[in-house]
């Protein structure tokens, strides 16, 4: 088979020419030409080809529309809407809802498809056409017949109910912060900005933790510390625009990780994984629902601390770094390499979600032997040519997240660390409580 590594080695040497909007209706290679039946033994595996293919659509799908934070939530109701739709047929593990009643017999494949074109063309349906045709060309790999003609009424059900779920859980209207002080430490708006945004996204409805603050970062580091000093002067030294003490492949992270959006850095890294294995379809679907719930989940915990600590950026912070009565920091001009982002600082959401990512991924796949390429189509080098970064560890990953926020001159180092760590507990929270198998085995 041509694997989804293998399509992305293949897209690599035309990123650079590539679109957006053709982003979307680009096709995954499945990894089997023909879903198969459904089997009917119970320990029997059902090709997970569909949700991988239909991940992918998804990752395209949401690719162009809005900010990571939004990107996650819509994810995560797809990946949920297919799991509920697969897991309510084989019964593997506990629902997520409990609303489907499915009949054993009815094809998951079919169920899957339904279920992630219901919930897309639901909140994007200016891709209804493209999305229509991706979902006939898929449903005409199964034969008809009452399986088929269930599974489709299943994921029908299964993407109403998450899309259902999902209303007025606080994602909208939204909510801005303007600050009300300028004294050292608090956030101010920076270079681009007219207030703070993401205001409500602390009061959203997290997916899988009980509120968003049960994970709520400590402190961050005080100006007497040496943790403040030490990252301070790490990030005058490297985050600038023109510094010459960047190496080049921090530069080329920084661009990266600042360019792919979460969703798309993380399912894409799960597709790459799971398209060497064979597991069962409801298996991958769980993997997937969980990884994105934690993704999500951590970034409401992240603006949750974020807007309760309200820290400055560090094109605020530099500039006053006499104000900060610490010694062995000292204030300059500063233009970080990367555009600062509209909300405070601490913790950096981006290690947060990507901690969280990790850590659900590890879980379930293991933190080494991976053949995981990174890229984005709007991630460039210096030449223009597209930047890919390739890893077999996922923890040298999130290590090149850190970096990059960091070399790109938008967070702290103790950012970094604070979002790992809070990441780290959403996600072991969302494996070890969400989605296990039925009957408490």
Known sequence: MTTIFRKIKGLICVLAAISIAMLTIIPVQAKLATPRARAKTADAIVSDAVVLEWNEIAIKAILPNGPPFTAARFMTIVQLAVYEAVNSISGKYEPYLGTINAPADASQEAAAITAAHNVLV????????????????????ISD???????????TAAAAAMVANRTNDGSAPPLFHIPTNSDPYEWQITPGCTSGVFRHWPNVRPFGIVSSSQFRSEPPPTF????????????QQVGDINSPNRPQDR?????????????????????QIASTRNDDITDTARTMALMNMAINDAYISGFESKYFYNTWRPVTAIPRGAEDGNKKTAAGPFSPLIGTPCFPGYPSNHGTGSAAARTVLERAYGRFGHSISVFHPNAVDANGLPIVVNYTDLRVMTDDIADAR?????????DQVAGEKQG???G????????QKSGGE
Request: zero cysteines.
């Open 406 to 414: 960091v070399y790109g001159g938008i967070h702290f180092r103790f």
């Open 145 to 155: 017949g009452p399986a088929k003609t269930d599974g489709i009424a299943v994921g």
């Open 224 to 235: 007497d510390s040496g943790v403040y000093a030490r990252d301070y002067n790490e990030l």
């Open 251 to 271: 530069t080329n992270v920084a661009k990266l990780y600042a360019a792919g959006p979460g969703h798309w850095t993380w399912n894409y890294a799960l597709l």
């Open 424 to 426: 780290e507990g959403v």
């Open 122 to 141: 639901s909140y994007f349906p200016g891709q209804a056409v493209a999305l229509g045709l991706r979902r006939d060309a898929s449903l005409a790999a």
């Open 428 to 435: 072991k929270y969302i494996y070890n409580n969400s989605l």
